[in-house]
């Protein structure tokens, strides 16, 4: 058994390959890749889970189409820097256990694996989904899923993301604040799942391009 496991993981590996070369940079909050200059996300893999992130479940064992054995401990392929401070509990909890008070908003989004893997949206290279390839991207690492995950994201969360672009129209409309996390938690908390917190730079930017 413990030589299967270890020979599926160098399949799973396979197409991912590191450049430690490729380090990301922050300028006023917004997080940089020189390889891919319009993947702006202003929050570290770190901070989507230490703010309090998919109810503490993203981590936990899943049983992937992809794979004949279950995966599990993934999340420790990476820095334990990452996760100082965090519950195990915050990050590996059973998915019908989902608990949104661990999230920042108070409020529960998103759906199941499985309807993720009959979208069609989860990859072979990333099993768990989009939050995966960030931490491997975030880490160097690069791999033909690139292009599209980063579609995704700035489909979504970009600058011209609709979630993004959703939460500033709602904001404008109940006549709030960038920061008044009471408005559309739902969506704040979405967008954290994608590595974006509305800022007040990104938001009257936003409400200028619309007075042109």
């Known amino acids: 058994m413990g030589k299967q496991t270890k020979k599926k993981k160098k399949r799973y590996n396979k197409t991912k390959k590191m450049n430690k070369k490729i380090k990301p940079r922050r300028k ?80 529960k989004v998103g759906t199941t694996l499985q309807f993720w893997e009959k979208k069609n949206w989860i990859q072979k290279t990333h099993p768990y989904g989009w939050v995966q390839w960030y931490c491997d991207f975030y880490m160097g690492k690069r791999s033909k899923d690139d292009e599209y995950q980063i579609g995704r994201w700035k489909g979504l969360a970009g600058p011209n993301g609709r979630f993004r672009k959703w939460l500033v129209t709602i904001i404008k409309k109940k006549k709030g604040k960038w920061n008044d996390y009471d408005i559309s938690p739902a969506i704040r908390q979405t967008l954290q799942h994608w590595g974006y917190q509305l800022k007040k730079m990104d938001y009257d930017n936003e409400i200028r391009s619309r007075r042109k």
């Open 28 to 107: 006023n909050g917004i997080i940089f890749f020189s390889d891919y200059p319009d993947f702006t996300p202003n929050l570290t893999p770190r901070q989507m889970f230490k703010m309090g992130s998919f109810g503490g479940t993203y981590w936990r064992p899943i049983k992937s189409k992809y794979f004949k054995t279950d995966l599990k401990n993934q999340h420790k392929d990476y820095p334990k820097s990452w996760w100082k401070g965090i519950p195990e509990e915050h990050l590996t909890k059973p998915f019908n256990k989902y608990d949104k008070e661990i999230n920042k908003y108070g409020v």
